[in-house]
Structure formats: structure tokens, C-alpha cells
């Protein structure tokens, strides 16, 4: 195969994988989907597999989070979510409705940024997801230039009712729309545009003032001094494969295309076909082929001597990953540590002076330890406590109640305070039959994108099945490792708690 051929094969199977992401997909759906010959099929998944992209569950297939880095090279890239999401954050907390920001994609609109109220009748749109244009607010005030604003009266679907007004850019023509959305059990369409419209003007006055205010075409970043000229692009390898599969082999050309792709988002505005072979350190010919076949498909334009992602690129997979939960994103990682260890694994959050289970795969035995999704449990006297305390200001727990659960739970402050520095110093805590005679655990922190111990991930056991040395030498390792992958990725959700 082809260079070029190889990546148009490569995101035709990638655009068939997340065509329906609720779906179970088997390689024989995407031959089906595709028309592409089983065994090319297989190269590219291969090669997912590799990347990270995609793993497999059995023979199923289910696209990985780091995914989504597709998606923010062009949200990156497209220069207009990072400066413009904050000020309509801040305006539906305003308002106290939904606001979303979307640009034109072919003839429909691609949400870019979505800050949705949460109440029994929700708005639920997601970052990525496309609407007809000419049957939402966003796409009718877009689709007229002259247009100052644009209503939606329930045109999309009953009940749902919006206005737009657009943003426009340094020569005048609009980039991009911002929407005010509800529904008509809080308003009428009228009095929707009278609630929101003042803040919405006020809103993207100060939106266009931001765009003006950014440099027009940023420097590109230099390329790694690791990188040479014909190199091949590093990839990943990720710890999944299909049940008895061997090592496999990747297509160098599809993982180079999608080098290339994740580099025009490294600066908004952008970059030159120089620029992209530097950062990738790709020939200059082998660049040039995977940017016109991207220009082609319709995920990238040419904007004079510079290339830019096109919203379609949000089209893989991008909405259906940037919903999952962080518990959805950690589960399958539980499960594994699990079926490794053979004892029950959890991950907990800090919930005022409480730990707050939010992922848990218990064992299956005659005797367990018996805790459920949502249990609390006093953060002193639990090993994820300590380790999520030991990550908080020390005034944040030195003041905490210190009650005795059993005869071991500690209760002197002096003691507390050195239990807890030394789980921030040695990176996890071991609790002995302090929060229930015969339960023993061990945690490690799990950190957010941001660096900050977000959760903390435990493995508890009855008292008779492991002392504490056999925590330390058998689980200890085993749970450090299912941490840094949560934390992989963790790194690619909008968020984590």
C-alpha cells in the first residue's frame, strides 16, 4: 500500500470503529462497514493497537481515550476553544443555561465547547457532535453573514429552543457562533432572547476582543533535537492485545499520517509543511503526501503556505470519548489489577472528611470485603484517605476527629500527621485493621492532568489472605502500574474530579 492510501484505509476504519460507539464492533463489522480486505483490516487495528487508540476486549473493540488527541489538535489547533470557553463558561453560570460554541462543518455545525446545566430536562449535546445548520440557531446565524442573531424555536426538537449571535474574527466575516440554550418549560423563545441576549452581546464583545487580542500566526515550536530528518515517527505500544494474538506488526505510514495530523494542532493558526516534517521529523515528501491526503478527506485546508484542521476531525470518536466518566475510564484498568491479584480493588475520591467510593471490582468468594459504588468511609482511618489527604494543605486534615474504629485505628494527632506525611513521601499507604478488624489495604494516588492527586486507587483483603509484607512485595507493584495507566488516560478526559 501506498503512503497515502495507507491513511486513507486507516481513518475509513477508524471512521467505521466510532460510527457507532455503543456498539460492540468486531474487526468482521469493520471489513463489512468498510469493503477493505480482512487482512488490511487487521494491519491498521494493529496499528491502533499500537498507538494506543484502540483496544481490544476479547475480539471486541473499543477505542482507547488517548484517541482523543485527534480531536484536540484540531480544538488546539483551530485557535478558538481555548481563548473563547472561558467567557461562555462563565455566561451560562450567568444565566443559569446551557451555552455552547460551534463553527460550520460542510452544512451542518460542530459543537467546539458545550457548558450544559444539569437538571431533570438537560440539554445533552456533546464537543463533536454535528446538527443540520439550517435547523439550530448556531448554524442559521452562521449560514447568513449579515445575520446579528439567529432563534431557534424547536426546530431541532420539541422543546428545545436557542439563540445565537455570532463571533466573528480580525477581517470581520464570523469564525464561530455562541448559543444560549433551553427548554420551553423554562422559557419561550421570545423570553429567552430577552433573559439571555444583553450578557450574550456583552459575552461576545468581549470574545472578539479576545481574538483580536492573539497573535495571528504563533511561532511554530522547534522540532526535538532527538528528531532526524528520515527517523521513523515513535509510537506507543500499548499493553492491550486480541486473546492469543502475537506481537503486531504496524503500519509505519498510517501511524506517520496521524503524526502529521497531531502536529498541525500544535500551535493555533496551523503550520507550514516545514514546520509539520520538523515537529514530526518526517522527509519533507512523506509530510507533504500525508497533509494533501488529510486536505483531500476534508480534515485539513490550506490557508495560504499553512495547513489547518477542519472541525470533521472531531468526527473520530472525539464526542463519545470526552463523555465517559471517570469511572468509566478507570473500571476496565480495576478489572485487570483484579483478574492480576485476586483480591478487590477499588477508587475512591475525597468527599469533604470521607473517602467516596466511585469505581470498585470486588473478588468473587465466600469472603469478601463488601463495599458498594458510592460508599463512604472517614478518609483518617482508610489507606486512600491518606493518601489523598497527604496531596492537601496540612490544615486540611490536621483538624479532623480522630475516633477510634477498632483498637488499632490511630487516634493521636502527632501519630496521624506522621502517618500521612510519610504516605506522601513514600508515594502510598498501608492501613492495618484500622477501619475494620480483619481488613487490610494498600493505595497509591492516581494524579489528573493538572499533576494533583485527583483519586486514589486500593487493593483491600482480608487480614488471612495477605500480611503487610505480601501487600508491599506482591500487590504494592501491581497497583502502581494500574495507577500510571489511569493516569494515561486520565490525561486525554476534558477533566477529572
Known sequence: MEPAGTLERGLAVLRALTAEPARRTRATDLVH???LARATVDRVLATYARLDYVRFDGRDLRPAPRLMELGEAYLTGGGLRDPLAPLAERLAEELDESVSLAVLDGDGVRFIAQFTRRRTMSVRFRVGDLLPA????AGLVLLDPAAPWAEDDQLVEPGLIAVAVPVRGRDGAPVCAVSVVSHTSRHTASGLREHAMPRLLKTVAEMEAALAAA????AAPPA?????????????????RPVGAAAPEILQSLARGLAVLVALGATPGGSTLAAVARATGLPRATARRSLLTLERLGYASA????FVLLPRVLELGYAHLSERSFAEVVQPH???LVARLGHSASVAVLSGDDVLYVARVPTVSIMTVDIRVGTRFPAYATSMGRVLLADRPA???AALALKPLTRRTITSPAAFAAAVRRAGEDGYALVDQELEEGVR???????GRDGRVAAAVNVATHASRATPDDLLRDVLPALRESAARMEADLRHLPATP
Request: aromatic share 4%; net charge negative.
Open 33 to 35: 462497514a468498510t469493503g
Open 134 to 137: 439550517r435547523r439550530c440557531a
Open 215 to 218: 497573535p495571528a500566526f504563533p
Open 224 to 240: 526535538s533535537p532527538a528528531a532526524a530528518p528520515d527517523s521513523p515517527v515513535a509510537v506507543p505500544v500499548s499493553q492491550d
Open 303 to 306: 490557508d495560504g503556505p499553512r
Open 334 to 336: 480495576l478489572a485487570d
Open 395 to 397: 490544615e486540611g486534615w
Open 441 to 447: 489495604s494498600i493505595a497509591v494516588p492516581v494524579r
